[in-house]
């Protein structure tokens, strides 16, 4: 029985792609394998996550909420990421998320005798997908720190098995009239092997 970590950090109040198409992909998932355990992390629900890392909390700011966040991802064999794209980066929420679990010697080791040279701690072996969405295409804003940017994070802290299901264009003129359903179904083949795979 594997143990599979939903993290679902979604800002839109309606039509949120990567939400619907998580649930979807938690549904196909259960009936492909019926004992694994599932647990839901909604970012949104999180009272540790209300408040960002500022000076003022620095000395306190990892706490035992932060350590319950470590274990959860240490405790998992399959993890989920589900996300929007907020101001061309990945969502506030998750951001935070993040500041909590991204600690020297518990998720990383930092070595500065080189680029690169820093450790993972958290075991590679774990599969992760990603399911993102963003309103505009992938390639319109370069500098949009969205997927890379979180697939590197997880590289950073060890997790190396990443798959990425992209939603983009959501916003665009081809895609604003559309139902979410209909967003979904541009790309439900790479959802259906993506499922399969995980
Ligand atoms: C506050 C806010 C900021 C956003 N910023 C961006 C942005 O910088 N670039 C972009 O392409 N889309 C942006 N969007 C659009 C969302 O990325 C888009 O609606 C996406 O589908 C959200 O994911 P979801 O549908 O899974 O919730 C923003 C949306 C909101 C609500």
Same mark, same amino acid.
């Given at each position: 029985?594997?143990?599979?970590?939903?993290?679902?950090?979604? /800002?839109? @109040?309606?039509?949120?792609?990567?939400?619907?198409?998580?649930?979807?992909?938690?549904?196909?998932?259960?009936?492909?394998?019926?004992?694994?355990?599932?647990? !839901?992390?909604?970012?949104?629900?999180?009272?540790?996550? !209300?408040?960002?890392?500022?000076?003022?909390?620095?000395?306190?700011?990892?706490?035992? !909420?932060?350590?319950?966040?470590?274990?959860?991802?240490?405790?998992?064999?399959?993890?989920?990421?589900?996300?929007?794209?907020?101001?061309?980066?990945?969502?506030?929420?998750?951001?935070?998320?993040?500041?909590?679990?991204?600690?020297?010697?518990?998720?990383?080791?930092?070595?500065?005798?080189?680029?690169?040279?820093?450790?993972?701690?958290?075991?590679?072996?774990?599969?992760?997908?990603?399911?993102?969405?963003?309103?505009?295409?992938?390639?319109?804003?370069?500098?949009?720190?969205?997927?890379?940017? /979180?697939?590197?994070?997880?590289?950073?802290?060890?997790?190396?098995?990443?798959?990425?299901?992209?939603?983009?264009?959501?916003?665009?003129?081809?895609?604003?009239?559309?139902?979410?359903?209909?967003?979904?179904?541009? @790309?439900?083949?790479?959802?259906? !092997? /993506?499922?399969?795979?995980?």
């Amino acid at each position: 029985m594997k143990k599979v970590l939903v993290i679902e950090a979604h /800002l839109s @109040k309606t039509f949120s792609v990567s939400e619907y198409a998580t649930k979807l992909f938690l549904e196909k998932y259960k009936k492909l394998n019926p004992n694994d355990e599932i647990v !839901e992390l909604n970012l949104n629900e999180e009272k540790k996550l !209300e408040t960002i890392l500022n000076i003022k909390n620095f000395d306190y700011f990892w706490n035992e !909420e932060s350590q319950r966040y470590i274990d959860l991802i240490n405790s998992s064999d399959k993890i989920i990421i589900s996300t929007g794209m907020i101001n061309f980066t990945i969502s506030p929420l998750l951001k935070n998320f993040l500041d909590n679990i991204l600690q020297a010697n518990k998720t990383f080791k930092y070595k500065y005798d080189g680029k690169g040279t820093s450790v993972g701690l958290v075991d590679s072996n774990k599969k992760v997908q990603l399911i993102m969405a963003q309103g505009s295409y992938k390639d319109w804003y370069k500098f949009s720190a969205f997927d890379d940017y /979180l697939k590197e994070v997880l590289h950073f802290i060890g997790l190396k098995n990443i798959e990425l299901l992209l939603f983009d264009g959501t916003k665009t003129n081809e895609q604003k009239d559309l139902s979410v359903e209909e967003k979904f179904k541009l @790309k439900e083949k790479e959802f259906n !092997e /993506l499922v399969i795979k995980f």
